[in-house]
């Protein structure tokens, strides 16, 4: 994605730029349906149950649980 000053930008880098405002995906309330119902999700288990495909040394899971807390 380009900036508004024409530089470019990864999806990660989006996602970590607090000056934005967060938007919800449906992965996002599947994750809170969760930790709801069960009252305590450990990292691992969201991070198996919703980001199965991703690498762990990636951080996804992490970087995006971190800003959800983050934002309340």
Not at 19 to 39: C, G, N, Q, W, Y
Not at 61 to 68: D, P
Request: proline content about 4%; glycine content about 6%; aromatic content about 8%.
């Amino acid at each position: 994605m380009t900036t508004e000053d024409g530089s470019r930008r990864t999806p990660q880098e989006l996602e970590d730029d607090e000056s934005l405002p967060l938007l919800l995906t449906s992965r996002d309330i599947a994750v809170f349906k969760m930790i709801h119902e069960h009252r305590y999700s450990p990292y691992n288990h969201i991070r198996d149950a919703f980001w199965k495909g991703c690498s762990i040394s990636s951080n996804s899971c992490y970087g995006r649980i971190e800003r959800l807390a983050k934002m309340g």
